[in-house]
Structures are given as C-alpha cells and as structure tokens.
C-alpha cells in the first residue's frame, strides 16, 4: 500500500515519528510539529506498533483485522481523531495487512480531512520497534529525542511508570535511569541502520534555544518550523506544560536539571554508577566524573539484571504462543493504556467566549508528558 509521500516521492510529505525513552519530551516536540502547521491534527499517542497490534495477531487475516479495528474504533484514540468510522472501515477490511497498513490508512484520512500536507506519530516506546515501523512505512522519518537519564529517571519513579520486579512497591530512579539507557542505546543502534530517516534531538538544546533546533530540524524534514508561529498556534504541551515535578511558581520552572534537587547524594552516586557511562558519553557531566568507569561487583549485577528484565519483557510481548494464549485488547483496555489529550475542543469552546487566559507558555518553561 502506498502512502501520500509513496505516491509524490517526497519528504516534505513522509510520515514523522518521534520516538525516545518517556518523559524525554517526546510529546512537547510532537505538539511543536503540530503547531507549526502542515502536520494533521492529532492529540494522542496511537501506540500501534507496541500495544494494540500485537495482541491482534497477524492482520492479513480478516478476522484479526475486524477485532482490531471494533476494538479500536471504540476507544479515545478513534474518538480524539474526529474521523467517521465509514471513513476508514472499508479501507482497513480491505486494505491492511499489517501496522503499518491500519495506521497509514487512519493519518493519511485523517491529513486528507483536514488538509494537511503530512503527519506525525507520537509513541515514545515505538522506539523499540524502528524496523518494523521502515519495513511497513518505508518512507517513515524518525526524530529520536534524547534527554539527561538522571531527569528521566527521576520523572519515571515520580510518575510510577515502570512496573517493578514482585518484590518491589516502586520503582526507584536507579531503575528508571537503567531503563533510559537501555531505551537510549536501542534507539541509537536502529537508527545507525537507517541513514538519512534519522536523526537526534536533545530535549534540553530544544527547550534553551528552540530557534536554533527547530532550524535543524526544519532541513531534516523539509518543512518550515517557524518558531513564532509555533508559539502563535500554540498546541498541547506547547500551550500547557507538563511536569511530574512539584512546581511552586512559574518564574521558577524549569525543566533541565531537575535532578540536582530532586535527587540525594546518596541516590545521585547510585544513578551515575550505574549509568554515567551513558551520560558522559551523550555528553551531560557528571557530578563526580570518577563514577563514568564504575564497575564494582553490585553496579555490574543490576545492570545485567534491569538489562535482562527489559529483554524478557519485550520478548514476552513478541512471542508467538503468548500472543495466542492472551485476549485481543478491548477499548477499554486500550483507554487505562494511551495517553489522549481530548481537551482540545473545550479549549476552543473558551476562546469562542473570549476568555482570554495567560496565552502559550514559552518553550523554555515546557516539560514533556513523555
């Protein structure tokens, strides 16, 4: 199946996806895509690849097709879309085969509705499956967004994001920042295979001097990302930061960093024995750059512990006889799983009254949902 960039051959019309470790800003790049126009309107994170997919089996089967797309259909990722089921159903009965084929088939309708040029995908963990996305979306572009593990890390334990090992209630910074660098070095490995469709961003270069990242960026895709304009057409993060951090006062939020106050010097050494090889080697300096080279009995242990616990996970997912024995997913499911932002219309509801607020916030004071 050939999507619009397919057809016309160019990048200014290729599918976008923004991927990377969550709570890495993800979200805040992909409501900046959105806002500068040219891109669909879509305030969700599809999570087609890594979620919904895989517990539908293989969709050239019919069936399979049909209990994805009934499933999916009733959930808030069809309804924050604002497509007509008739608008899609025929093509996915008819025309999917595989993830690719359900999510080309649902953003290139939804860009032909709203006249848009393009669209993105926002699912940060899609990160791990890069080549299935290529494979299925050939002309698919890939910003993979990067941020200091020891905010990530910190961010994920305070969002209780992961779900620990049994014998633990929560899952600490160390944990978090474990699995950064696991998502981080998956990421740079496909994207060493996938030449010019790939590129890095560093949340804290876009957050301190967006102008200078949005031009890169901008050449990279072929599109205009004008920052004042960005800024004008304000959308999601862009227009409402988002933070796991306790905030006191907006004058004093920002997003880079946050490590150095939310994190003890006991629980910092651990963070930085355990993956200060990573920081220094993407850049971010380290409190006590003598712990870039530890590999004391116990720091060794948990990384090749946290490290297999991550593998056997994703391989749990990819197997075949548990993709038999586990239930399609129903909408319900998939609503306590996505992360929707379905506010959009009441935000324009309060603009038609006039009810004007303290407008976009600036993007050096934005936190990612991701």
């Keep these: 199946?050939?999507?619009?960039?397919?057809?016309?051959?160019?990048?200014?019309?290729?599918?976008?996806?923004?991927?990377?470790?969550?709570?890495?800003?993800?979200?805040?790049?992909?409501?900046?895509?959105?806002?500068?126009?040219?891109?669909?309107?879509?305030?969700?994170?599809?999570?087609?690849?890594?979620?919904?997919?895989?517990?539908?089996?293989?969709?050239?089967?019919?069936?399979?097709?049909?209990?994805?797309?009934?499933?999916?259909?009733?959930?808030?990722?069809?309804?924050?879309?604002?497509?007509?089921?008739?608008?899609?159903?025929?093509?996915?009965?008819?025309?999917?085969?595989?993830?690719?084929?359900?999510?080309?088939?649902?953003?290139?309708?939804?860009?032909?509705?709203?006249?848009?040029?393009?669209?993105?995908?926002?699912?940060?963990?899609?990160?791990?499956?890069?080549?299935?996305?290529?494979?299925?979306?050939?002309?698919?572009?890939?910003?993979?967004?990067?941020?200091?593990?020891?905010?990530?890390?910190v961010s994920l334990a305070e969002k209780h994001y992961l779900r620990p090992f049994p014998w633990k209630d929560r899952e600490t910074a160390e944990g978090a920042a474990l699995y950064w660098e696991w998502i981080v070095q998956k990421g740079r490995a496909a994207g060493a295979t996938l030449g010019k469709a790939y590129i890095e961003v560093r949340f804290e270069e876009l957050v301190s001097d967006p102008r200078t990242a949005l031009q890169c960026l901008s050449s990279f895709l072929d599109h205009d990302l004008d920052y004042d304009r960005i800024q004008r057409n304000a959308v999601g993060t862009v227009a409402r930061p988002n933070t796991s951090f306790k905030r006191k006062k907006a004058v004093d939020f920002n997003p880079v960093g946050r490590w150095k106050r939310q994190l003890t010097a006991e629980r910092l050494a651990n963070v930085e024995d355990l993956v200060g090889s990573t920081l220094a080697g993407l850049g971010y300096p380290l409190a006590d750059s003598a712990r870039a080279d530890c590999r004391t009995i116990g720091v060794v242990w948990n990384r090749i512990l946290y490290r297999q616990f991550f593998r056997m996970k994703q391989q749990w997912k990819k197997n075949r006889v548990v993709r038999f024995i586990r239930p399609p997913l129903t909408s319900q499911q998939i609503d306590e799983y996505v992360i929707v932002d379905d506010r959009k219309r009441k935000v324009e509801i309060v603009s038609e009254v006039g009810d004007q607020s303290s407008g976009p916030v600036p993007l050096k004071a934005a936190i990612p949902r991701s």
């Design 1 to 153: 199946m050939m999507g619009l960039a397919e057809q016309v051959g160019e990048r200014s019309r290729s599918p976008v996806f923004v991927v990377g470790s969550p709570r890495s800003g993800t979200t805040l790049l992909y409501d900046m895509l959105l806002s500068a126009g040219g891109f669909a309107q879509y305030l969700g994170e599809s999570n087609i690849f890594n979620l919904v997919a895989p517990r539908f089996g293989d969709l050239s089967i019919r069936a399979n097709r049909e209990k994805m797309l009934n499933a999916w259909l009733g959930s808030r990722l069809f309804r924050v879309s604002g497509l007509e089921a008739h608008q899609i159903t025929e093509k996915i009965l008819n025309d999917c085969r595989n993830a690719g084929d359900f999510l080309r088939i649902v953003m290139d309708e939804l860009a032909r509705q709203q006249g848009a040029s393009r669209w993105a995908s926002n699912a940060p963990e899609e990160i791990l499956h890069v080549q299935r996305i290529k494979e299925t979306i050939p002309e698919a572009l890939f910003i993979h967004m990067i941020r200091d593990g020891r905010d990530v890390g």
